[in-house]
Structures are given as structure tokens and as C-alpha cells.
Antibody, heavy 124, light 110 residues
Framework: QLQLQESGPGLVKPSETLSLTCIVSGGSISSSGYYWGWIRQPPGKGLEWIGS???????HYSPSLKSRVTISVDTSKSQFSLKVSSVTAADTAVYYC????????????????WGQGTLVTVSS | QSALTQPASVSGSPGQSITISCTGT?????????VSWYQQHPGKAPKLMIY???SRPSGVSNRFSGSKSGNTASLTISGLQAEDEADYYCSSYTSSSPVVFGGGTKLTVL
């Protein structure tokens, strides 16, 4: 059974870089066509897609966050990472990692497996 | 880009059927058959309930069904149960970005 687990600091100072890692177990992160994404949810608010990447295809980022976001992968450790630079209080949220199965259009599928989420607070 | 439009809340009594709408444009919901629906209980991760407009993942009750007409997708829950009380989100592929979510709908079982 595929499992995803987020990890990283729960507190980040304003203007610094938020860094999170998602460890994937029970499946291969390099499987062709699969996308691995990050989604966040500010306290009491809705879901916001951050970006998705595929080992075999290109990466895609939310237009509103693209200038501050990087998603990278370490296949040797079966994990992928998220970096958000120049954070503000508006970046305070629960961050989820999740998987998208292959589709004809890149990153078009729904997210079928999710991590439990990790709360990141931006505060000095 | 703008989130898809969902009603803030819907409610129904046990045993009834309810429908949650998700309205977009020809550039997202209306243009592609890649609409998904998620259920989220408080403090929990979202759970995929419907994908590709009408398909149900293994293990999801057949009381949940999805459909689409024009630029509006819908999630219908029949035989409403107390455990269905949760937040529901739609998402769609878009011409400018692979994923956009709706604002979410709170379902209350009376």
C-alpha cells in the first residue's frame, strides 16, 4: 500500500525559505507518468494546489506561486521536496503531498494518495 | 487563476439525496473530463471520491456519483448518512494550469 509522509520544520520566520520533504513508501517515485504534488490549506480555508512534478515528464507550478516555489526529487531516498522562498504569514498552512496517476494530459488526474499533512506556521 | 465556484454549504436529512455543484468555464470544467471530488473530515487529509468526472475509486461507496453538464460538474450523494458530514472540494484540469480547486462546500447532515 502506497504511503506518503511529510516532514519538516513547523515554524519558519518571515522572509525565509520553507522546506518540506515527502517520503514515499510502498511504490516507486520514478514510475513513468505519475505526478507527485504539493497542496496546502490555510487554517479554516480551502485547498490550494502548489505544484506537481513527474520523474519522466515536466514539472508544473501554480501561476500564483511559481516565482517562489521549487519542487525537486531524490529518487535514491524515494522522496521529493518543496521549497517556498520569501515566506509571509499568508504561507501559514497545512501542507500535503499527494500522487496523481498517469493521464493523457500531464498532471490532469485527481490526487489518489495523500500524506497526513504537516502544519507550517510563518511567524517571527 | 480563479477557483471553481461551489456553494458554501448544503444540508440534508439522513436518507435523502443532495447535490453539490462546481461551476467553472470552458477552459476548465467545460473543456476537459478531468474533474475530481474530495471529501475532507476535520483534521484529516482529503480523500478522493470521484475522478475523471464520473469514476469512483475502489472502496468508495456507490452512494457517491459524479456528473457534468456544460461548465458545471456535480457530486450527488444518495442515502445520506451521518458519516457523510464533511467538507467537499472539486478540482479540474485547466488550459492554463493542470489543477484548480473549488472553494469547498460544507455538508451538514441534519
Amino acid at each position: 500500500q502506497l504511503q506518503l509522509q511529510e516532514s519538516g520544520p513547523g515554524l519558519v520566520k518571515p522572509s525565509e525559505t520553507l522546506s518540506l520533504t515527502c517520503i514515499v513508501s510502498g511504490g516507486s517515485i520514478s514510475s513513468s507518468g505519475y505526478y507527485w504534488g504539493w497542496i496546502r490549506q490555510p487554517p479554516g480555508k480551502g485547498l490550494e494546489w502548489i505544484g506537481s512534478f513527474s520523474y519522466s515528464d515536466s514539472s508544473h507550478y501554480s501561476p500564483s506561486l511559481k516565482s517562489r516555489v521549487t519542487i525537486s526529487v531524490d529518487t535514491s531516498k524515494s522522496q521529493f521536496s518543496l521549497k517556498v522562498s520569501s515566506v509571509t504569514a499568508a504561507d501559514t498552512a497545512v501542507y500535503y503531498c499527494a500522487r496523481q496517476p498517469p493521464r493523457k494530459l500531464q498532471a490532469a488526474a485527481g490526487f489518489d494518495y495523500w500524506g497526513q499533512g504537516t502544519l507550517v506556521t510563518v511567524s517571527s | 487563476q480563479s477557483a471553481l465556484t461551489q456553494p458554501a454549504s448544503v444540508s440534508g436529512s439522513p436518507g435523502q439525496s443532495i447535490t453539490i455543484s462546481c461551476t467553472g468555464t470552458r477552459s476548465d470544467v467545460g473543456g476537459y473530463n478531468y474533474v475530481s471530488w474530495y471529501q475532507q473530515h476535520p483534521g484529516k487529509a482529503p480523500k478522493l471520491m470521484i475522478y475523471d468526472v464520473t469514476s469512483r475509486p475502489s472502496g468508495v461507496s456507490n452512494r457517491f456519483s459524479g456528473s457534468k453538464s456544460g461548465n458545471t460538474a456535480s457530486l450527488t450523494i444518495s442515502g445520506l448518512q451521518a458519516e457523510d458530514e464533511a467538507d467537499y472540494y472539486c478540482s479540474s484540469y485547466t488550459s492554463s494550469s493542470p489543477v484548480v480547486f473549488g472553494g469547498g462546500t460544507k455538508l451538514t447532515v441534519l
